[in-house]
């Protein structure tokens, strides 16, 4: 299992490297990571099968920015900005109440809301993510009801996906619902990178009472892949920092309010 996680660090240098570079060489990674130029080759070659980059003579390169963003593995960015999820995790669990009905998208940022959420409370639990049903056999709560969409299930993204989750996700009428996302335009749009699970968030969007989008700093200002929803349509945006002025203005003038993770 250490041996697994050690790759998906690799993997993840590789592709920070990547966003800030836009290549990367072998030999360079081979001693950055202490590991031979064959472990480096054979991460680089799983990572292009992947579509997480392009390989070159002697490393690779980012793929181009015209094609659709990247959708990382769920252990990839499960590890990313770990300190900063956290926040925004606990600080979702902290308006979920007694009595509520939440649904909680398949996300590494919003992973840990589960096991932040008071333990007292009686809460039902609507989720597409396989991840969230397997945390939640770690906590033996009868005061947790769990739903799950159903469907067919997506072993990159640990969802469920397809016709059937999208039906079932448009019968629900949560009090909350916490989603993620690619990327959130300050001035007018949210993006997501899985064509999979977008209609599910959609839906989510439509019929929650209150909409809250989960997104760390790194988030803040990136478009691509696509079009999740108007970010009008969402009533909060917590994120592990305060905006700029210049994105402060845009989002109450769409009267999105901003909740900062400062707990």
């Known amino acids: 299992m250490r041996k697994k996680n050690y790759s998906i660090e690799r993997k993840t240098k590789i592709l920070k490297t990547l966003e800030k570079d836009g290549r990367v060489e072998v030999e360079t990674l081979a001693k950055e990571l202490n590991v031979s130029k064959e472990t480096i080759r054979r991460d680089l070659r799983e990572m292009e099968q992947e579509g997480l980059l392009k390989r070159t003579h002697g490393g690779a390169v980012s793929i181009n920015s015209t094609q659709q963003s990247p959708e990382y593995p769920y252990l990839m960015r499960e590890i990313q900005c770990l300190e900063e999820k956290e926040r925004i995790c606990k600080k979702a669990a902290s308006l979920v109440k007694d009595g509520d009905t939440i649904f909680i998208d398949n996300s590494s940022t919003n992973i840990s809301i589960l096991k932040n959420i008071n333990p007292e409370y009686s809460v039902t639990i609507i989720t597409n993510s396989i991840r969230l049903l397997l945390e939640s056999t770690r906590y033996a709560n009868?005061?947790?009801?769990?739903?799950?969409?159903?469907?067919?299930?997506?072993?990159?993204?640990?969802?469920?996906?397809?016709?059937?989750?999208?039906?079932?996700?448009?019968?629900?009428?949560?009090?909350?619902?916490?989603?993620?996302?690619?990327?959130?335009?300050?001035?007018?749009?949210?993006?997501?990178?899985?064509?999979?699970?977008?209609?599910?968030?959609?839906?989510?969007?439509?019929?929650?009472?209150?909409?809250?989008?989960?997104?760390?700093?790194?988030?803040?200002?990136?478009?691509?892949?696509?079009?999740?929803?108007?970010?009008?349509?969402?009533?909060?945006?917590?994120?592990?920092?305060?905006?700029?002025?210049?994105?402060?203005?845009?989002l109450?003038?769409?009267?999105?309010?901003?909740?900062?993770?400062?707990?």
């Not at 909060?236 to 845009?250: F, G, H, M, S, V």
């Not at 009267?255 to 900062?260: A, D, R, S, T, W």
């Open 142 to 250: 009868d005061n947790f009801v769990f739903i799950s969409l159903g469907g067919m299930f997506r072993h990159k993204n640990y969802s469920c996906v397809g016709d059937i989750a999208n039906e079932m996700s448009n019968k629900f009428r949560p009090s909350k619902a916490f989603l993620s996302c690619y990327g959130v335009d300050t001035e007018g749009a949210l993006f997501d990178s899985s064509m999979y699970e977008i209609e599910v968030k959609r839906n989510l969007i439509r019929h929650a009472g209150e909409v809250y989008i989960t997104a760390d700093h790194t988030k803040i200002g990136r478009k691509g892949g696509v079009q999740l929803s108007e970010i009008s349509k969402a009533d909060y945006l917590i994120c592990d920092r305060a905006l700029t002025e210049e994105e402060q203005k845009n």
């Open 252 to 263: 109450d003038m769409q009267n999105v309010k901003v909740l900062v993770a400062d707990i």
